[in-house]
């Protein structure tokens, strides 16, 4: 008889919990121990996102995190960004509506570094005076990139619109333009007002800290005392009152397109990343995307890949089901849209089909999060919200949990007139059609070159019969 293996198979080691802890000064730290992996991720999330501007500051808080790059007081810019990159770490930084995010991810062995790194870029920036000008031309790149002026201009002139971002502006006042500044502000915008807003927003208080990887919870507890403990407990800043506009709403955007389609979107306004409802949400994308994906895709071949999708902010979001065919089917694909959610709304769905969707998005969702910064990431998106004395989210229970009765409560919360809206895409033309023009056009140039080569033929051959013989 063989004694038993001292070493656990995959499949046998159990799932890794989340764990929590908080500091005295506010600061939330959430965590997941993966022992067998040689790397480990932060993400530190801050509530300043484009929405905490001021009025005549678009642009603002996108403009501070470019400064968080230029200096720390132990670092100057140059040193910042070499001491990951030397010891095989990696950085990034975003901006989002409500929150910035500063993300790292290097050798386990280097995790000390990851922290006094990430406390210093986000808790101690010097600002440097002489940096803007090189910032402000970054933004402008970074602008041009994303978001290039021709097409701000053909949107502006309404030649083209991109329909998801109408949903988004619409529902939320959130834009590219608002959220990466213009010109006049960039370079309004002084030291003085960068440092006041860091000052106000970036408080432990209203800041999360999430780590997955091979490390324990008594390590990174002694390691976030070392680094941010020291922070001044200040309280967090009030979020902005938003005003959401009442539904219903139609929102018509055009645009040119490759072929004669129209795109449309049925949706309602739902709610934010750390509220409960938001799982039977996540499963509801799945089921109803399937549903969709069956009448309109397999059995009745109208078009490729309908899809449902959730957006989460901190304290709203939406749901939106999509769909693009052609022009003449633009009545069948509303009423299969409409007519989908109207049985969710009038019965609740079978245990079956709601189980094997929460099993999918379960493991679409672990697919990802093998990646530990995918799962830092995951972690530190419900972190500022999430009720401080309950423990951290387990997703997948979360999802198990999720009931038919759920997703009938849900469908019958959310699609209500004053919360739903519809967006539809038409084209202002066609490329198909374009082409198909210009094809037309060069068929009958050719017809007619033709014609007055044949007619000056004729005249020719004419004019020598008709000229008199040589005497």
């Known amino acids: 008889m063989e004694p038993p293996s001292t070493s656990a198979t995959s499949s046998d080691r159990p799932r890794a919990a989340v764990w929590a802890l908080n500091l005295s000064n506010g600061l939330r730290v959430w ?125 502006r ?19 590219l333009e608002g959220a990466l500044g213009d010109d006049a502000d960039l370079g309004s915008f002084t030291r003085a007002e960068l440092v006041d807003f860091h000052w106000q927003r970036y408080t432990p208080a209203n800041a999360g800290l999430a780590i997955v990887g091979n490390v324990t919870q008594e390590q990174v507890a002694a390691l976030a005392e070392r680094y941010f403990g020291d922070l001044p407990a200040r309280p967090a800043p009030p979020t902005p009152l938003a005003h959401y506009p009442k539904g219903p709403l139609d929102i018509a955007v055009h645009g040119p397109v490759e072929r004669r389609q129209i795109t449309l979107a049925l949706g309602a306004r739902t709610v934010g990343c750390a509220h409960a409802d938001r799982w039977p949400l996540e499963v509801l994308e799945e089921l109803l995307g399937q549903r969709l994906l ?55 769905p079978k245990r079956r089909e709601v189980r094997s969707a929460a099993r999918l998005v379960w493991a679409n969702w672990a697919a990802a999060d093998e990646n530990n910064a995918e799962r830092a990431a995951t972690l530190a998106d419900p972190i500022l919200d999430w009720p401080a004395d ?63 080569l044949g007619a000056a033929a004729v005249h020719l051959i004419w004019q020598r019969l008709a000229r008199p013989g040589k005497q």
């Open 157 to 175: 002139l309404r030649l083209t619109e991109d329909l998801n971002l109408s949903i988004h502006t619409r529902l939320f006042g959130y834009t």
């Open 294 to 348: 069956a009448e309109l895709r397999f059995r009745r071949g109208l078009t490729y890949a309908p899809w449902a999708y959730n957006v989460f902010q901190r304290d709203s979001g939406y749901f939106a089901a999509q769909v693009s065919v052609a022009d003449r089917h633009e009545e069948w694909a509303r009423d299969t849209l409409l007519g989908e959610i109207d049985k969710l709304t009038q019965a609740a």
């Open 31 to 155: 965590g997941e121990t993966r022992p067998h992996n040689p790397t480990v991720a932060a993400h530190l999330v801050v509530g300043a996102g484009t929405r905490h501007a001021a009025r005549g500051q678009a642009g603002l808080p996108h403009f501070v995190e470019h400064m968080l790059f230029s200096g720390t007081e132990r670092w100057p810019e140059a040193q910042l960004h070499a001491l990951l990159r030397d010891k095989g770490g990696d950085c990034d930084g975003w901006t989002g509506y409500d929150a910035a995010g500063y993300a790292v991810q290097v050798p386990q062995r280097r995790l000390a570094l990851a922290l006094e790194w990430l406390a210093q870029l986000v808790f101690h920036p010097t600002f440097p005076e002489y940096k803007l000008a090189k910032e402000r031309q970054a933004i402008a790149s970074e602008r041009a990139l994303y978001d290039p002026q021709l097409l701000r201009i053909l949107r």
């Open 390 to 452: 309950q423990a951290p989210p387990d997703i997948e229970a979360e999802l198990a949990a999720v009931t038919p009765a759920d997703i009938h409560r849900v469908v019958r919360a959310y699609f209500v007139p004053e919360r739903r809206f519809l967006g539809r895409h038409t084209p202002i033309f066609a490329l198909d059609n374009l082409v198909a023009g210009c094809e037309d056009r060069l068929q009958d140039a050719k017809r007619l070159a033709l014609l007055g």
